[in-house]
């Protein structure tokens, strides 16, 4: 799914890339975009969802007993500060490259289409990657290194070789989202998997909702060069804390019920 969702994401750069530096206009391409928003509004109009069953219902004294556990709140620190460093790179590149390195506007749109084809073909390949492994060391590792990448875009003079970094930073960046929900799906108990897997997914969506004022206030207050060296910093500390959980043990159904906490 994840793949597929890269695939979306390679497609509209690909297009605006080539259109807009050819004088079409942007609010045709929006308009597009509208358009096809529209034809989603539909289908999920006439889609139809079983109901829930009574013990999948919402239930906030179950949600507060959640995120309460370290098992949980961990994978959520190490979501949001991969979330917050990837949309970063994701809105930002191609405003550093045409803005700070001279890139040609095709070039710089094109960008994000080949950081989200690095993603997808990395996604890919790590859906090859056994169930049964253990993800906390392979994460922790593609988030230091993802943080090494956009720390060596400070001595980066030139836009062809700062894209290059940029789209190798997207390909260590492929396996960390789907990985992350994948251990917090594995470490909750199945009563409780979709509730958990709502709470991490939502707090790494807020590094989403972060990411463009924090860049904001760096392309303010810092040298250009050193934007991306900041940001990828909180990299560095998801990777901390998933070594942190490691050491945790898997919630079980007694410690994740809302009676237990009670």
Not at 73 to 80: G, K, S
Not at 238 to 257: E, I, N, V, Y
């Amino acid at each position: 799914s994840q793949v597929i969702f890269c695939v979306g994401a390679v497609g509209a750069p690909l297009a605006m890339g080539w259109m807009l530096p050819r004088g079409v206009s942007w609010r045709l391409c929006f308009g597009g975009l509208a358009a096809l928003c529209v034809v989603l509004l539909v289908m999920l109009v006439k889609a139809r969802f079983p109901k829930p069953v009574p013990e999948d219902e919402f239930q906030p004294s179950r949600i507060v007993a959640l995120i309460r556990r370290p098992a949980v709140v961990l994978p959520c620190v190490a979501l949001f500060t991969y979330v917050f460093s990837e949309f970063a790179v994701i809105m930002f590149a191609n405003y550093y490259l045409s803005e700070h390195l001279a890139a040609p506007e095709s070039w710089a749109i094109y960008a994000i289409a080949w950081i989200w084809c690095a993603i997808g073909i990395g996604r890919l390949i790590c859906a090859a990657i056994p169930e049964g492994h253990s993800y906390e060391k392979l994460l922790s590792t593609l988030m230091l290194i993802s943080a090494l990448l956009m720390i060596a875009q400070a001595w980066v003079t030139s836009w062809p070789i700062a894209l290059v970094v940029f789209v190798l930073t997207g390909a260590v960046f492929s396996g960390i989202w789907p990985m992350i929900v994948g251990l917090a799906a594995s470490r909750a108990p199945a009563q409780s998997m979709a509730t958990v897997l709502g709470v991490t997914i939502a707090v790494g969506a807020l590094g989403c909702v972060t990411a463009p004022p924090a860049m904001q206030w760096l392309f303010a207050h810092l040298d250009p060069s050193w934007v991306f060296p900041a940001a990828g910093v909180p990299l560095i500390i998801g990777a901390l804390a998933l070594q942190r959980c490691m050491s945790l043990p898997h919630l079980d159904s007694s410690a994740a019920s809302p009676e237990s906490a009670a």
